[in-house]
């Protein structure tokens, strides 16, 4: 048992170091002693942590105890967004099932063992995220806003056991809740959603659309600037003001549900903002006695306020809550120089960091291939087919491939502009006709390549032509440097050769454009996958500035040690190795080399057997990446344990994102449409015309999806229920 000093450490370390409110518990218990709704709001001092875990404190008294008290931590945003997951095995909860059901990696987050047998692990919530305390699945609770957990070296109540950390938040940062958890909570929010029956009827879409012209009329006249406009909206307009046959009240919900649900779009902000403030936080006091305080409707506005609203178009795609079971794209990898560049221009462009920092690596790639290799006799080529994918043309993909492009440009000139092809090839032969071209302008015979081409549509439109070699010429120089096209009249051959690919795509082109033979041939798991994540607003991005020309002065600096030989000790002497083709072989530290080891053995053979074809090749990109990541970091003369860490949580990222986005495997429309509307009813249950507008059913025709419907709810896959004229489908059994 720890004593009263080792308590005040633990609780002041807690406090001053991680940032977190403290209180303390009675002695064996989890009930605090002091009233602690203050320290929800305001942390305690080191004067209060000294007084309640001191002899003199007569509090202990009068309940009657001598031990020491046990130490709490307020969750939530007091504790900087502390958000725990609390596994009970007695109650049935196990971290195999956040494994199974979430793919939890828990290798390194911040754990406590509890005295109870079960585990605490802490997470952060995402900035401006408001967590609330509930049940997740049996046996694991999710402890934040309102909640108290237990630390070390407390006693449990019940087995008399002390809490202990299994890895400290001074051990480690503790990491972002992770995406998918996110994604289980909002489910859960939905799920638990209190009937609006008795807050009057339910406006029609007529109705709504009325309204957002009665918001615009007043936006419109009576303001100077735009919140003025919605200050005076809601409280002037429907603050004040009741229609006898329609309780407007209770519209401060069915307005923002409505603007989800059925796609209300206000194609002017104004009118947006003014219906989404007004939907979240008009009539507080209506919903206070209701089991959730209307926070499910600031949660459905607040995913309103952050779509993506389609130019032109009358519906709306949710883009803050991801759709996909993915987990949150590691930053940990974004290290080294090519990791500070993209952290700088993350600070400046609205792309999201995952795509910059591939975009960035994808376009280094052709300066370490041909250059740089793993001292093994396995061949690792580290160039990178590289797909970024989102939901639409909101999702920055493209600009993160221009910034990257950009950024290289800049710092390189016609050094990376001459290697450097960005549009369509016309066929196969021009990828070849390239690569024979900058190999033969280029001192070494090198043949390095970047090809960015921004719709990876237009790529599989060509592989599929009639005689293109294209599909062959990728597959083949995914892993050899050597590819020869032969006809009757010519003959062209390339030697040295090392292409690497950036493109990108949105997730329901990319999930319908495969034919079987390309599959089957092997391109699919040759690429890399980025997954969509949200994009930020930034109204006015900042220049880089100093840092800017700082970061191109290193790049020149690294591509120019890569392209001369990089310097390295030999016996306690510096010296520059020739610049011959894969002159340098680095090889992995013991350390490395043992975590690659256990990975490849234990860890990979689950994930193969788990997805195949999810896993198919990962190792080699994991090579790869191994590879980039340690010329970033400059360690020329051997990969470190760090590195591998990196590199194989990013490898785990990966095989999330190849499984939640896999492509239709269908040999008809009918069939494509079949799995689209099973994959999208997974999310739940969806009324007929939503469901035709989230899988863009107007691509394929209102015919073809009507018999989508009838095939699958003959078959059993799908239950359809009609409720007036709306029709409501669940999901029964899905197609995989």
């Given amino acids: 048992m720890a004593t009263r000093e080792e308590f005040i450490t633990s609780a002041a370390d807690l406090r001053f170091r991680a940032g977190f409110s403290v209180i303390p518990l009675i002695a064996g218990t989890k009930k605090p002693i002091v009233s602690w709704e203050k320290y929800q709001k305001e942390r305690a001092g080191y004067g209060e942590i000294l007084l309640w875990w001191s002899a003199e404190d007569s509090r202990n008294d009068k309940k009657g105890i001598a031990e020491v008290c046990n130490l709490g931590i307020v969750c939530g945003s007091i504790s900087g967004g502390l958000v725990v997951l609390d596994v009970d095995p007695r109650k049935g909860g196990s971290l195999g099932t956040l494994f199974r059901k979430f793919g939890l990696d828990l290798t390194e987050a911040v754990m406590v063992e509890t005295g109870g047998g079960g585990w605490h692990i802490y997470y952060k919530a995402p900035k401006g995220k408001i967590i609330n305390t509930m049940v997740l699945l049996p046996g694991i609770e999710v402890r934040s806003e309102g909640a108290i957990v237990v630390a070390p070296p407390s006693i449990h109540p019940d087995t008399g056991k002390e809490y202990k950390w299994v890895c400290s938040p001074f051990d480690r940062e503790i990491e972002p809740l992770p995406f998918q958890i996110m994604q289980a909570i909002e489910k859960k929010k939905t799920d638990n959603t209190v009937s609006v029956k008795g807050y009057g009827p339910e406006p029609t879409e007529e109705i709504v659309r009325s309204v957002l012209r009665e918001v615009l009329l007043s936006v419109g006249e009576q303001a100077d600037s735009q919140s003025e406009a919605i200050n005076h909206y809601i409280l002037g307009k429907f603050d004040k003001r009741r229609d006898k046959e329609i309780d407007r009240s209770g519209w401060s919900y069915t307005l923002a549900r409505l603007l989800l649900e059925k796609g209300i779009v206000a194609q002017d902000d104004h009118i947006r903002l003014a219906t989404v403030v007004y939907g979240s936080n008009v009539h507080k006091s209506k919903f206070k006695n209701r089991a959730d305080r209307w926070q499910d409707a600031c949660r459905i506005a607040d995913v309103a306020i952050n779509a993506d609203y389609s130019e032109g178009i009358d519906e709306f795609t949710e883009v803050i809550a991801n759709k996909y079971k993915i987990p949150p794209f590691p930053e940990k990898i974004c290290t080294g120089l090519i990791g500070e560049i993209a952290h700088a ?254 990975f490849y053995l234990e860890e990979f053979p689950i994930l193969t057997e788990e997805a195949p074809e999810a896993a198919r090749r990962l190792e080699t990109y994991g090579l790869r990446f191994a590879l980039l990541t340690a010329l970033s970091r400059k360690e020329f003369e051997g990969i470190s344990r760090d590195t591998l860490e990196r590199v194989i949580a990013l490898l785990k990222y990966e095989f999330s994102v190849r499984k939640a986005l896999k492509p239709l495997d269908a040999k008809s429309d009918t069939a494509k449409i079949e799995q689209l509307i099973c994959r999208k009813l997974c999310e739940g249950q969806l009324t007929k015309r939503d469901l035709y507008r989230s899988i863009s059913g107007h691509r394929y025709g209102a015919g073809l999806f009507e018999r989508a419907l009838d095939n699958l709810a003959r078959i059993g896959f799908i239950h359809i229920e009609r409720k007036g004229k709306q029709a409501l489908i669940t999901l029964v059994d899905t197609l995989d």
């Fill in 345 to 598: 221009l993350d600070e400046i462009s609205e792309a999201p960091l995952a795509y910059l920092y591939h975009a960035l690596m994808t376009c280094f790639s052709i300066y370490a291939a041909g250059s740089v290799t793993l001292n093994t006799n396995l061949k690792v080529k580290p160039t990178l087919y590289t797909i970024l994918l989102g939901h639409s043309s909101h999702s920055r993909k493209s600009t993160a491939i221009d910034k990257a492009i950009d950024f290289f440009g800049d710092a390189l000139g016609d050094n990376f502009y001459d290697r450097t092809y960005q549009g369509f090839f016309g066929s196969g032969e021009g990828v070849l006709k390239k690569l024979a071209d900058v190999g033969q302008k280029n001192s070494r015979g090198l043949a390095n390549v970047l090809w960015s081409v921004d719709e990876f549509e237009q790529v599989i439109a060509r592989s599929t032509m009639e005689h293109s070699i294209l599909a062959p010429l990728l597959q083949t120089l995914y892993e050899s440097d050597r590819f020869e096209y032969t006809t009757v009249t010519r003959n062209v051959r390339v030697t040295n050769a090392y292409l690497s690919l950036l493109s990108s795509s949105t997730i329901d082109t990319f999930s319908s454009m495969w034919e079987k033979r390309l599959t089957e041939g092997g391109l699919l798991n040759r690429l890399w996958l980025v997954a969509p994540h949200p994009a930020k607003k930034l109204v006015l991005p900042p220049e880089l500035g100093a840092e800017g020309e700082r970061l191109k002065e290193d790049l020149r600096e690294l591509i120019w040690s890569l392209e001369q030989g990089p310097v390295i000790k030999v016996g306690g002497v510096e010296r520059r190795l020739a610049a011959e083709i894969n002159t340098h072989k680095i090889p992995l530290t013991t350390k490395a080399l043992d975590l690659w080891t256990a």
